[in-house]
């Protein structure tokens, strides 16, 4: 029970790698602020979880909002009292892979507002939120935040900045108790890669190192690992969790 009277927050938590992260914090006693544009996936959510007799609230937006984001954290505080956890999870792939030169203003635009402006917006309140107590958040990276990939500008770019950004919150953070780190993963089968054909993840599995791809289950552990009070000297890291993609 790491998280006993701690109070969390989960972007992106209605499915895959947020969801999984919601529900081991609620088995570890953590009480839970719910986010994300699916307001029929969290709400589900966090029915299961207080039939099992976890608090949880939830709060349907687009996190790309500022004015929405901050609404959402202050509602978050006004029923729980404190923030002490946050987990800036959601994101987009970004749509159809393209060269560079070829990709609309559109596309570029709304794949950074979603993956690395709505970042900024969550740890600008979530921080202000801990001043005086301290607190821990994760950000979502990707094995895009260390590489490139032909096709995806907008996606690398973005998660590129989540890094930077990740470490100017941890430098900004430390005086005040806030750590705040990434991790990285690799491919996953979550629903932004539900178009994925068969044969496109037997090649994307020849190169990694490792016979296997992580489970959002073991990103989920990763991610609560460092927001538990095991990781108390980490702060400004890049976990990587790419079953060695990096590595070569």
């Not at 953070?173 to 890669?193: S, W, Y």
């Not at 489970?215 to 702060?235: K, P, Q, W, Y």
Request: hydrophobic share 50%; net charge negative; proline share 3%.
């Amino acid at each position: 029970m790491r998280f006993s009277g701690k109070i969390a927050l989960v972007t992106g938590a209605a499915a895959g790698v947020g969801r999984a992260v919601a529900e081991r914090l609620a088995a570890e006693g953590a009480s839970l602020m719910l986010l994300d544009c699916d307001e029929a996936g969290v709400v589900a959510l966090a029915e299961a979880l207080c039939a099992q007799g976890h608090g949880t609230m939830t709060r349907a937006l687009d996190v790309a909002d500022p004015v929405a984001f901050a609404e959402a954290v202050a509602a978050c505080v006004d029923r729980f009292g404190r923030l002490d956890l946050a987990v800036n999870n959601a994101g987009i792939n970004g749509g159809a892979m393209m060269p560079l030169w070829e990709m609309g203003n559109e596309q570029w635009h709304r794949t950074i507002a979603v993956n690395l402006d709505s970042v900024f917006y969550g740890l600008r309140a979530q921080m202000e939120a801990m001043l005086g107590h301290g607190g821990a958040i994760v950000n979502m990276g990707s094995i895009m935040s260390q590489v490139g990939m032909a096709g995806i500008a907008h996606y690398t770019a973005s998660k590129h900045g989540l890094v930077g950004l990740t470490r100017v919150a941890a430098i900004d953070g430390g005086p005040h108790a806030i750590r705040v780190n990434a991790v990285a993963p690799t491919f996953l089968r979550t629903a932004l890669m539900d178009d994925v054909p068969e044969e496109v993840w037997a090649q994307l599995l020849q190169g990694h190192p490792l016979p296997r791809l992580p489970s959002v289950d073991e990103v989920a552990a990763l991610t609560c690992f460092l927001l538990s009070d095991d990781a108390r000297a980490i702060t400004g890291s890049i976990q990587m969790i790419d079953a060695g993609w990096t590595a070569q």
